[in-house]
């Protein structure tokens, strides 16, 4: 970066400049595998209420052309976008991008297909600005450091903005003033707070979407040329120095770090478990502990978790609370809850949230016994490890520690793994014809001349 450019400039030039023959196919290959992880919870979604309110609400802001995943009704580009991105997002089963602690493919699918299907532009142009969109806002993410979080905004729907507007800008058209002007006006209108966790609200749910809602938005702003701050990152009220704490350790340089070289989806996790991510390394040692050694409920003392201090206000705090979610999405953020219910089930599953499960008195007295200690020895962000220890009525003691979460870049998913963890999520609403219909759309994206014929293959029909 020269001096007399700013970042959005970066940034601007780069996307302007990049070809999905520049991507190489293994980043290509993955991307198809985030996409179709995506689609797959989307569908699970419109099996629970926030999706059924989130439709209506959708529906009565207007009709329109565009057609959204698993849905038979049509809406207009924005609204489109907004709700694949709480579809997607809803179940809080969607991948995150471990160094920027964002869930980095919820904003930017949905606006990588909105733009597509609008401008009926190829699968491969829809793949391109997916990545594009992934890219600029993990890595966004990643250069606040935690400080996003510590400020009380939640970086999916900051960090998730400015993705989806340099995305948005490159798929219509425009330059490289154009894209850094586009992330110049989504400084305005980037958000999420991070309140909901004090009742377990929906808004989080709503953050990529809305994302993807300002990117657009953002875009068509640059192309008529409303004029836009481009220090919207390093200036003095700029994203860094307005939404972290001041005197926090960010690292703006992060953003354009060999941007084009290390594509950052390789270091985006995709869930195997239908919660907070920071909870993965607990429920997989707690159903290790208890399956090795034939443990049960009534066997537990106390159980002991040791996690980095940056999650404990999102899993463990606060401690009372935790201890008795309110909804499916608040027991999503309890690390009690979820815990009692590896060791009482061996499993965490959608299932596992159903009301039934929220006042079942064996999870909530063995959620009582769960405890939180910080861990000494914290690699977070890069990673989110966890450690549990098991003090049975007897007096055993079992730990065990995973110091990389599973999903994580080092101890990826499987294609087979994905595509199994999408067929479960589809069984949810759909049979197998659907199933196989919506898994072919995505895998063969990259040959779709128009991205209209991908986006009706989502919608039922």
């Known amino acids: 970066m020269s001096s007399a450019q700013t970042l959005a400039q970066v940034i601007g030039d780069w996307a302007s ?39 209506a609400a959708s529906v009565a802001l207007g009709s329109g052309p565009r057609g959204a995943i698993a849905c038979t009704e049509r809406f207009s580009v924005r609204d489109q976008a907004m709700l694949n991105g709480i579809l997607i997002h809803g179940l809080d089963f969607d991948d995150t991008h471990v160094p920027g602690v964002i869930h980095a493919t919820a904003s930017a699918v949905p606006t990588a297909i909105a733009i597509a299907d609008d401008r009926e532009l190829s699968g491969t142009d829809l793949v391109l600005g997916f990545l594009v969109a992934l890219e600029i806002g993990a890595r966004v993410g990643t250069a606040a450091n935690g400080g996003f979080h510590a400020q009380g905004f939640h970086p999916t729907g900051l960090a998730g903005a400015f993705g989806a507007a340099t995305a948005a800008a490159k ?44 990117g657009i938005t953002s875009a068509e702003l640059a192309k008529a040329k409303f004029e836009a701050p481009l220090a919207i990152y390093e200036g003095r009220f700029g994203l860094f120095n307005s939404h972290t704490p001041a005197g926090h350790n960010t690292d703006i340089s992060a953003v354009a770090a060999d941007l084009g070289a290390v594509w950052e989806l390789l270091k985006t996790a995709i869930k195997p478990y239908a919660a907070c991510h920071f909870t993965h390394a ?100 890069k990673y989110f490890h966890g450690e549990v220890v098991i003090k049975t009525r007897d007096g055993r003691t079992f730990a065990k520690r995973e110091d990389v979460n599973r999903g994580a870049d080092e101890r990826p998913l499987s294609a087979s793994e994905v595509e199994a963890k999408f067929r479960d999520n589809m069984e949810l609403v759909a049979d197998n014809n659907v199933s196989d219909r919506v898994f072919n759309a995505v895998m063969s994206l990259p040959s779709t001349k128009n991205s209209r014929d991908f986006v009706e293959e989502l919608r039922l029909q």
């Open 17 to 55: 400049e990049v070809k999905i023959a520049d991507v190489p196919s293994h980043v290509q290959e993955q991307a198809l595998l985030n996409i179709l992880d995506a689609v797959g919870i989307a569908f699970a979604s419109t099996n629970y209420d926030f999706a059924a309110k989130s439709i």
């Open 171 to 214: 798929m219509i058209g425009l330059d490289s003033h154009g894209i850094a002007s586009a992330q110049g006006i989504v400084g305005s209108l980037a958000s999420g707070s991070m309140e909901f966790l004090e009742t377990g609200a929906w808004t989080k749910r709503l953050h990529p979407g809305w994302a993807a809602v300002c």
């Open 282 to 381: 607990c429920i997989d040692i707690a159903i290790e502990l208890v399956t090795e050694n034939n443990l049960h409920a009534a066997d537990i003392e106390s159980v002991l978790t040791i996690i980095p201090a940056q999650v404990v206000p999102v899993v463990s705090e606060p401690a009372k609370s935790k201890l008795t979610p309110r909804s499916d999405y608040d027991a999503k953020f309890s690390l009690p809850f979820i815990v009692a219910t590896a060791i009482a089930k061996r499993r965490f599953t959608l299932a596992d949230l159903a009301d039934e499960c929220l006042v079942d008195p064996e999870l909530l007295e063995l959620a009582a016994k769960v405890s939180y200690q910080n861990d000494p020895n914290p690699t977070f962000p």
